[in-house]
């Protein structure tokens, strides 16, 4: 169950350590660990990933108390970003499964740049330049892409919503 909801989870917790990589990771850590403890008092009638991301709210107060920074947030400011977050944590999690989804139907040549530029981290200009092509032709090609993309994920949000 925690496979299925656990990126939606991670997205929660983003949100509530405001995209702070480092405390995101180890709330998320916390919260993995006390959803295993506690899993037997999960109900199996009720929401997963609701039950998971009211763990990991706690799990973010604890964090925040622990680490004694200056709180930008209240913790009743907190609570109330908590309960927005989880609609938004999912409509994420959905657009992530549509992005992988399509960025598995892109043209192979497509796919290559995307993957290069945003998954290796390398410029225009590297990916250019392995390919021996104009950095305007890169750019052109994932202009395109993008374009793809685009289009994909919103046609299988569309989807899902229907």
């Known amino acids: 169950m925690f496979a299925m909801h656990s990126s939606k ?5 983003r949100i509530l350590t405001m995209n702070r990589q480092d405390d995101a990771e180890e709330v998320f850590q916390n919260t993995c660990m006390i959803l295993w403890q506690k899993f037997s008092q999960y109900d199996p009638s009720g929401d997963f990933a609701a039950w998971a ?4 709210h706690y799990e973010t107060l604890k964090h925040r108390e622990a680490m004694g920074r200056i709180k930008i ?6 609570e109330l970003v908590a309960e927005a977050a989880l609609p938004i944590s999912t409509k994420l999690s959905e657009r992530r499964t549509a992005l992988a989804d399509c960025l598995e139907k892109l043209p192979k040549s497509q ?5 290069q530029k945003y998954f290796d981290g390398a410029t225009v200009e590297q990916i250019a330049e392995t390919a021996g092509r104009s950095s305007h032709a890169i750019y052109r090609e994932l202009s395109k ?12 949000i569309t989807e899902v919503l229907t």
Do not use: E, P
């Open 111 to 115: 796919y290559a740049i995307i993957r």
């Open 9 to 13: 989870v991670m997205g929660f917790i």
């Open 145 to 156: 892409a993008h374009g793809l993309l685009l289009r994909c994920v919103q046609r299988k």
């Open 73 to 78: 947030l209240s913790d009743d400011a907190l």
């Open 53 to 56: 991301c009211r763990i990991a």
